[in-house]
């Protein structure tokens, strides 16, 4: 059932953006600098891109930057996981050592508790 709604949103979503494509198409001229700062520096680059290329790529570079920003911002809390992870695998080492210690070093109190059984 869920797959089938996935592959709705994923048609549905395809059509608006291949309508969103074919209405704006025509040509749009981006600069790399403002017009006042390309005369000062001497520097112009410009290139003329369908509307829609830019619209997309404009989503485009959001969805990584907005990523990007994610991952960084969430690096302490990745990095307290690992550390606890590895706290819990020290942890789980040593329960498993102290299980299998030979019946001579058993504390005195377990001893008497598993003579009772």
Not at 2 to 22: E, G, P
Not at 49 to 76: D, H, K, N, T, Y
Not at 81 to 87: E, L, P
Request: hydrophobic residues 55%.
């Amino acid at each position: 059932m869920f797959r089938v709604l996935r592959y709705l949103f994923v048609l549905c979503l395809a059509a608006v953006l291949v309508v969103l494509a074919l209405a704006n198409r025509p040509l749009v001229t981006l600069h790399a600098l403002p017009q006042e700062a390309e005369e000062f520096l001497g520097f112009t680059y410009a290139v003329d891109l369908p509307l829609f290329v830019v619209i997309f790529g404009a989503m485009g570079a959001g969805l990584v930057i907005g990523l990007v920003w994610e991952w960084l911002r969430e690096s302490r809390y990745r990095s307290a996981a690992r550390g606890n992870a590895r706290k819990a695998a020290k942890l789980d080492r040593e329960v498993q050592k102290l299980r299998g210690a030979s019946p001579e070093t058993k504390d005195e109190v377990l001893a008497l508790i598993e003579d009772r059984t």
